[in-house]
C-alpha cells in the first residue's frame, strides 16, 4: 500500500469518526438522493418498456444479436448522440 493510499485511508476513518462530518454527508447524501430518484425510476421503467416492445417482436433465443440490436436502438434512438 502507498503511502498516499494510507493516508488518504486514515483521513477517511478520522473524517467518519467526526460527528458534524457524518451529519454533513447524511444531508448530502439525503438532499443527492431526492434529485436522482424520480430519474432512476424513469429510466428503469423505460428499460422495462422498452424490453417489453422488444419482446414482443420476437424470441431473444431466435436471434440473440437482432433482438439486442431492436433493444439498442429502441432505448437509444439514432438520433442520439450516446452511441
Do not use: C, W
Not at 12 to 40: C, D, I, L
Not at 48 to 76: C, I
Request: glycine share 8%; hydrophobic share 35%; no cysteine.
Amino acid at each position: 500500500m502507498s503511502i498516499l493510499h494510507r493516508l488518504l485511508l486514515e483521513a477517511g476513518r478520522r473524517a467518519a469518526q467526526n460527528p458534524e462530518v457524518r451529519r454533513t454527508a447524511a444531508r448530502v447524501a439525503g438532499e443527492v438522493y431526492g434529485k436522482v430518484a424520480p430519474k432512476v425510476e424513469n429510466a428503469g421503467r423505460h428499460m422495462l418498456e422498452t424490453a417489453k416492445e422488444t419482446a414482443s417482436e420476437g424470441r431473444f433465443s431466435d436471434d440473440p444479436v437482432g433482438y439486442a440490436r431492436r433493444f439498442r436502438d429502441r432505448l437509444l434512438p439514432p438520433d442520439d448522440d450516446r452511441r
